[in-house]
């Protein structure tokens, strides 16, 4: 049997830290659209720089993915689940670039200051437009909700690897290569 | 792959994997629906004020849900430097910074005639050069009726017109009095308020408590007023026209420019800065931060101010919230009302470009 081939330290960091910012990030923007209590302004003013920082982040990620080798599925996934996976991965890259930028955008067409932090506003990225910013701001929550939907999808489908196939797909992820190991291909 | 799969059931907690593997999505998934309130429909949102407002002002599609009926206006604020002991906000020091404004009838009917005892308002999106943009509405009361989202909620239902007599079910409104003292003090002050003649010499209030803070973050609890510098005059009697405040405001602005003095008052020790039905006592430090200039009017149609919402919360570095709960729930209600009014078909407001430019279609 061959090792587990692992996604690089540098490559699971993104991973992980992402996960948490978009499940953060999703949670936020669902409590902040239906609240009228004291608590919206402070979720507002969390959910535009988190936004902005997954941006950075999705770009970072996405130049790393396209430099790694990624690990390979195994040999036993059906062509149709392959495919599936595949897919996946381009919506999650695609909706990691898209929302912040669709929120980013909606703000901008709204005329609202896209404050970051006290004192700091980003500069928009579109014109003053009240009809667009509608239409990106129901976007922008309809693209979130398919966020969520492919992030739970996505989450079944490690489990299913991790916990009834057993193969190397969530080990890939979850832990890096042995000590020993390393130090074979060190040396 | 189906094969392994079916092997790994038959095994000894097979399907107990098999249950983690869904329970964990599936937990997400139920924490989601409780965070969005689609397992509580009736849980106060955003979406119930908008259902409020229609019920209580009927459908007025791509107009304002609240202070319907309005005029943009242009003009500019100049700070005295008075206020930055207080507030770090550039907008303070002795600058000129452009401002959009809109004055309103409160209320969510876009052609509701004038009168001289309905609220008017005035908001103001204050634009220095370098950043620090600072939107308010404010309104020509002296308090705000209710404490809080819920209340305002309840009060605005209770408000309703009944529907065969056109008015107000007084049984309604008293029931929710018995439970609001607050709100019955509140609406005293209201109604003793003194009447001015129009928009132009009339003084509009925040209401809600804000914080200034200075370079040195020192924290002060305000309240502020637009003070105008036209004299007060009596309100005009009966027959002055269904439009009749909006054009007295609109040939005031062609004689020449109006102006009112932004006066912050200083909260002092114990006033209430959570509750804005409570005044804060007379005598309270005051300081003329600026004046606000407004030389133009312009109708809503085609104007600089129907694509804004007067946000609220939308202040500059040196001016945050209070403990106040009233503007977070209106920052949270605009946005909807500005995402609903912005996606739906273009309307004409009651006071047309025809108003302020006759012969001009």
Excluded at chain 1, 174 to 186: E, I, L, M, N
Excluded at chain 2, 256 to 284: F, S, Y
Aim: charged fraction near 15%; charge should be positive.
């Amino acid at each position: 049997m061959r090792p587990v081939e692992h996604f690089p330290l540098f490559a699971r960091i993104l991973h992980w830290l992402m996960a948490a910012m978009i499940l953060t990030m999703l949670f936020v923007g669902i409590v902040m659209v239906t609240t009228v209590g004291p608590a919206y302004h402070q979720l507002v003013d969390l959910h535009r720089p988190l936004g902005i920082c997954i941006l950075a982040l999705a770009l970072v990620r996405l130049v790393n993915r396209l430099l790694i080798r990624v690990p390979p599925l195994p040999d036993t996934l059906p062509p149709a689940l392959r495919t599936a996976a595949r897919l996946s991965h381009i919506v999650l890259y695609a909706l990691m670039i898209a929302l912040p930028l669709v929120g980013w955008g909606m703000l901008s067409a709204g005329a609202y200051p896209v404050a970051m932090w006290p004192g700091f506003a980003l500069p928009p990225i579109l014109p003053h437009d009240p009809a667009l910013f509608a239409l990106l701001r129901h976007l922008h929550t309809w693209l979130a909700l398919i966020l969520f939907g492919v992030v739970l999808v996505h989450l079944a489908a490690a489990l299913m690897h991790g916990l009834l196939l057993r193969d190397d797909v969530l080990p890939s992820m979850t832990s890096g290569p042995p000590a020993d190991a390393r130090k074979k291909q060190d040396a | 792959m189906m094969s392994l799969i079916r092997e790994r059931l038959a095994e000894k907690g097979g399907w107990l994997r098999a249950a983690a593997m869904c329970a964990a999505p599936g937990l997400l998934a139920l924490a989601f629906a409780l965070a969005a309130g689609w397992l509580t429909p009736g849980r106060l949102t955003s979406g119930t004020f908008m259902r409020t407002f229609r019920m209580v002002d009927g459908p007025h599609p791509g107009f304002r849900r609240n202070h319907a009926k309005g005029l943009c206006v242009t003009g500019w604020f100049e700070g005295s430097g008075n206020a930055t002991p207080l507030s770090r906000a550039p907008l303070f020091a002795m600058v000129r910074s452009p401002v959009v404004g809109r004055f309103a009838l409160a209320g969510g009917m876009p052609f509701q005639d004038d009168a001289p005892e309905k609220v008017r308002s005035l908001a103001l999106r204050i634009m220095p050069a370098h950043g620090g943009e600072w939107r308010m509405g404010i309104n020509d009361i002296p308090v705000f009726p209710v404490r809080n989202a819920k209340d305002f909620n309840d009060f605005l239902l209770a408000s309703r017109p009944d529907p065969q007599t056109h008015h107000p079910d007084p049984a309604r409104m008293g029931a929710f009095l018995a439970h609001h003292p607050e709100t019955q003090q509140a609406l005293a002050l209201l109604k003793a308020r003194p009447l001015t003649s129009g928009f132009a010499n009339d003084t509009y209030n925040s209401l809600d408590s804000f914080t200034f803070v200075n370079t040195g973050g020192t924290a002060t609890a305000v309240r502020w007023a637009m003070v105008p510098d036209q004299p007060a005059s009596l309100p005009a009697g009966q027959g002055a026209g269904r439009d009749y405040l909006f054009h007295d405001l609109i040939a005031a602005l062609a004689q020449g420019p109006l102006r009112w003095h932004l006066i912050v008052t200083v909260g002092g020790a114990g006033d209430a800065t959570a509750d804005p039905t409570v005044p804060w006592p007379a005598g309270r430090r005051q300081i003329d931060a600026g004046t606000l200039t407004l030389d133009r009017a312009e109708s809503e149609d085609g104007g600089p101010c129907k694509g804004i919402t007067y946000d609220p919360l939308i202040l500059p570095e040196g001016i945050a919230p209070s403990d106040d709960p009233i503007p977070a729930a209106r920052s949270a209600v605009y946005a909807r009302s500005f995402t609903l009014r912005s996606g739906e078909p273009d309307t004409t407001s009651a006071i047309g470009r025809a108003a302020i430019r006759p012969g001009e279609q």
